[in-house]
């Protein structure tokens, strides 16, 4: 792939999260005219109680995040850093963003990856600490040595919240999809920056299904464990371009001990 449209991918997805756009999936990325997410579904807090979002002080959703304790929410770095700690918010317990269901918090402490520069070089991880206790089951972290779930061909789901497509009309409900894990080689044909110690993709080989600009900071789940982060793509949703995700397995340590 030209470095060139890589790059235009990830400054199209920096820019969706300061403008607070957010989808699963725009449903025909160049037309915008599908309001609806391609492939995923109206998911239920109920199932996934730790799915958490994270918005400005305006509560202006912008990206995800997943609680993996009381206090601790693991999300991306590049989300961590998109606002000052002091403006971050963290909304837990509500399913549809129009209601005032569930906690808000304001972050107490942020803890972002040491090696973290751009969500293309990997470690795109980060742990907020909460001021606010959340009362909700957290999702469970996997093991360093847990090859199996990152296994190819695993199903696993992706949630988050927002807008169908950039400018469309907008998804106030939690949404979740299936996506396949891929292969490290495969990966790394579609994107010559994977990184497999670090990152993992999903996806499937026609596209169709994927998360997208602000569902980033959300969780890719096996069960209720944690195995990928949203980070990245190419457009969203496109044939060969599976969505890019940090790899949780690789943090556990770091991550248990702050969150
Ligand atoms: N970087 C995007 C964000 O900040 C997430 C992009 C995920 N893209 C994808 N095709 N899976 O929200």
């Known amino acids: 792939m030209p470095n060139k449209s890589r790059r235009r991918g990830v400054l199209t997805a920096a820019a969706a999260v300061v403008a607070g ?3 699963l999936v725009p449903a025909a990325e160049a037309t915008n005219t599908q309001p609806y997410i391609v492939g995923g579904t109206e998911a239920s807090i109920a199932d996934h109680p ?19 304790s009381r206090t601790g929410v693991l999300t991306a770095a590049h989300c961590a850093q ?14 549809d963003q129009r209601t005032s269901a569930g906690v808000v918090s304001e972050v107490e402490k942020v803890w972002v990856s040491p090696q973290f520069k ?3 070089t990997g470690n795109d ?33 992706v949630l988050g919240w ?3 497509s950039d400018g469309g009309p907008r998804s106030d409900y939690l949404r979740g999809a299936l996506v396949p894990v891929v292969s490290d080689e495969g990966c790394k044909a579609s994107f010559s920056s994977y990184d497999k110690s670090t990152m993992l993709c999903a996806g499937y080989p026609d596209g169709g299904v994927d998360a997208c600009q602000g569902d980033s900071g959300g969780p890719l789940l096996v069960g209720d464990t944690v195995i990928g982060i949203v980070s990245w793509g190419e457009g969203c949703a496109r044939p060969d371009r599976p969505g890019v995700y940090a790899r949780v397995a690789a943090f556990t340590t770091d991550v248990r001990s702050q969150g």
């Not at 730790?50 to 993996?68: E, K, M, N, P, S």
């Not at 360093?144 to 296994?151: M, V």
């Open 21 to 23: 756009a957010v989808a």
């Open 50 to 68: 730790y799915a958490v979002y994270l918005t400005d002080r305006d509560g202006h959703q912008f990206c995800g995040g997943v609680l993996i």
């Open 82 to 95: 998109a606002m000052k700690r002091q403006q971050l918010r963290v909304v837990a317990g509500r399913q």
């Open 118 to 120: 751009d969500p293309t």
């Open 125 to 157: 991880v980060a742990v907020l600490t909460l001021e606010e206790e959340m009362p909700y089951r957290p999702a469970k972290l996997p093991d360093a040595s847990d090859a199996e779930l990152y296994r190819e061909g695993t199903k696993a789901r």
């Open 162 to 164: 927002g807008r169908t």
